[in-house]
């Protein structure tokens, strides 16, 4: 039982939780991106060459560029889905919650990983809100009702 479950069954009250700032969430990000970079330079670039595609090609539709994304919506949402974390959330110690109910469905993931992470990142305020808003929610988090919070340890 996590500690939603426990706090919901004892009170029908949304719990208190800690919520993690812009800058937390910014620095658990950049992490992310490392980490995804990397993992893209030791998976796709290497196929890629032995393949004989192209590397250099910046179209968004190239095919390099479509298995980077792809790499990076997985990594997001699977990480979501199954640890409710990222790599750079687990260093930082947040956590993404459902706000609403006690686990996150594949539907409010993909969701909040991919769609609103679009939208989020092509206007750039998505982001900037958290900083400004009570449960520190981006523009993603507010179409899914979700939130990241610190883990207590």
Do not use: C
Request: net charge positive; hydrophobic share 50%; glycine share 6%.
């Amino acid at each position: 039982m996590n500690e939603y479950q426990e706090y919901s069954n004892d009170r029908k009250e949304e719990p208190s939780f800690r919520y993690a700032g812009f800058w937390m969430r910014f620095w658990a990000y950049l992490l992310d991106l490392v980490v995804v970079g990397s993992i893209v330079r030791m998976l796709i670039k290497p196929v890629f060459r032995m393949q004989d595609f192209s590397l250099s090609e910046s179209s968004m539709f190239a095919p390099a560029s479509i298995a980077s994304a792809l790499i990076f919506y997985f990594y997001f949402v699977l990480m979501t889905k199954y640890l409710n974390q990222t790599l750079g959330k687990m260093v930082f110690g947040l956590k993404v919650v459902d706000l609403k109910s006690n686990q996150m469905t594949w539907g409010t993931i993909l969701f909040r990983e991919w769609i609103g992470r679009f939208i989020s990142s092509t206007i750039i305020i998505g982001y900037i809100i958290i900083a400004f808003l009570p449960k520190k929610q981006g523009l993603h988090d507010l179409f899914t009702d979700t939130s990241v919070i610190h883990v207590e340890r």
